[in-house]
């Protein structure tokens, strides 16, 4: 009898010790995983993955989809979803690109990209407010759609190459730390992005709302929150964040072609998933969803050095993404089954 | 303040929503420190009437006046910076937030960085948010704990500490005590009448009698949309306060009816 207690009380403390180590897993969960992908290319190939070269291109090619990931991400806290994100970036880069090739100074092209994103996701959150279409999904799908036309439209269709230096700087350059040490000056724009919206989640009012807004927009509204006007913002600097990362783009590759950012939503998204944010609203932190872009971009590179048909790349980003979701989905029955 | 103005008081009210009547003509006044059961049976109007006096829906028809003076809500927080708070029957609680988060969820206490920059104070606010449910003698584990942590009674809990959290004068309950187990009812009925003393008014929808019985001063059954019958809790019994739910008026009610008039 006196053993049968002993080992319940045992079972009860192994069950306890999984119970608090569910917030860690929770909020350092995709941090594990970077760093086990990080040590499983290590070893694949040693010689290449920790270079410096090789570290700053998983960043460089990185960062316009953690900008574009950042903005999705503020989206999906309320539970909503911006599907014209990869459109928006398209159109803010051939807009950019087109009055470059008109002539236009370099101050002006570059606030146009952030003027034209801005534009974009106000109306997207007028659209989705004021119209009370039943799902933001409708609204950016539409917009999806007229963004991609207008940046055919303004481009006749064909890419324009060939930027000022000045724009391209910040998708482009380097910024030398010391003897062989750049950072591409993409991440620092990744860099100071995520702290400004990280810091104004958690300290701004708007931020706080947002958040409450996702978790329950009822309580939010009969707390005097103008939830309208909060979902107005959220989708517009969705919009702008998407203007940014076709600036980055757009400096990258010295131009603007009318696909890019083609199916780009979906990686953005996937970042935002497997970043562990909730498709439900009112979860999730701005470092996951670095995480969650460093995921994809660390599995792109190391197939890359593999030599994996970029194919294959796709198959096994749909399996990460099923996969991390599903561990989530473990993760919560096992927090509920113990509470 | 006077204690012969209402707090609240609702006249002539009528709310359409299409072609459908939620209320027609209703009438409603609370005093200082009273309590006000309101009764009926589902669909005889109490949400709809609590959520007009909450600012949530305008009135089709009709005034409201707020200690003496006319007012017209068009949002909630009209309704809550003239001291008329509203416990929601699911609550209105952000799982995903802090307790301290959900009471003064829109009402944040900021600091100002650097001089300029409005930032949310959250120390402040767990601060204050603990001392309040100090003072409702409610007890947490946290108020750093997520409200979707929490049990049945203790998000009951948090709901009424967001409604007293800033010197609210009148208190709207809908159905407070339905999710509850009895323990925690008692607890809920005794912050009721602790309110009371404190000169704010409460009105209390419930279908437990057992708790309209205990707390209230005065009942009054809507029935069909309209005010069917009232009296002080003195006055009348269980009995006939089914009855009125049901839509019987007994004779010595509509009496008591006439009397107040």
Known sequence: MAEQITELSETKRAESLRVRLIPYIDRYGVLLLVLVMGITSYILEPEVFLTWRNVSNIFRQIAFNAVLALGEFVVIVTAGIDLSVGSTLALAMMATAVLSKAGYSVPILLIVPFIVGATVGIINGLGLTKLRLPHPFIMTLGMLNIARGATNLISGGVPISGLPDPVRWMGASDIKLGEGIEIPASLLVVAISYIIVGLFLHYARTGRHIYAIGGNPQAARVSGINVDRTLILVYGLCGTLAGLSGLLLAGRTNSGFPNAGLGQELDAISAVIIGGASFFGGRGSVLGVFAGALVIGLLRNILNLQNVPVFWQQVLIGVVIISVVYLDVLRRRAGSSNS | ?261
């Open chain 2, 1 to 261: 303040m006077n204690t012969t103005t209402p707090l609240i008081e609702a006249r002539g009210i009528n709310k359409h929503f299409g072609a459908v009547t939620a209320l027609e003509d209703v009438n409603l006044s609370l005093m200082p420190g009273e309590v006000l059961g309101v009764v009926g049976d589902n669909g005889a109007g109490k949400s709809t009437l609590m959520k007009i006096l909450a600012g949530l829906y305008p009135p089709s028809r009709g005034q409201l006046i707020v200690q003496g003076q006319p007012v017209h809500f068009s949002s909630p927080k009209d309704a809550r910076d003239r001291g008329i708070e509203m416990v929601y029957q699911d609550l209105a609680l952000a799982g995903n937030l802090r307790i301290d988060e959900n009471i003064f969820l829109g009402r944040e206490h900021t600091r100002r960085l650097l001089g300029v920059v409005p930032i949310v104070h959250h120390q402040a606010n767990m601060k204050q948010a603990q001392e309040h449910l100090e003072r409702l003698r409610i007890q947490v584990k946290s108020v750093g704990q997520r409200v979707e942590e929490l049990s049945g009674g203790q998000r009951q809990a948090v709901a009424i500490a967001r409604a007293t959290a800033f010197d609210a004068k009148v208190i709207i309950m809908d159905e407070p005590t339905a999710a509850l187990a009895i323990k925690e009812v008692r607890k809920v009925l005794d912050l009721i009448k602790d309110l009371r003393t404190h000169g704010i008014g409460v009105i209390l929808i419930s279908h437990r009698l057992d708790d309209i019985f205990y707390v209230c001063d005065r009942v009054m059954a809507l029935f069909h949309g309209r005010n069917f019958a009232e009296a002080p809790l003195g006055r009348t019994d269980r009995n006939e306060v089914i009855g009125w739910i049901m839509g019987n008026r007994s004779q010595t009610a509509s009496a008591q009816e006439l009397d107040l008039n």
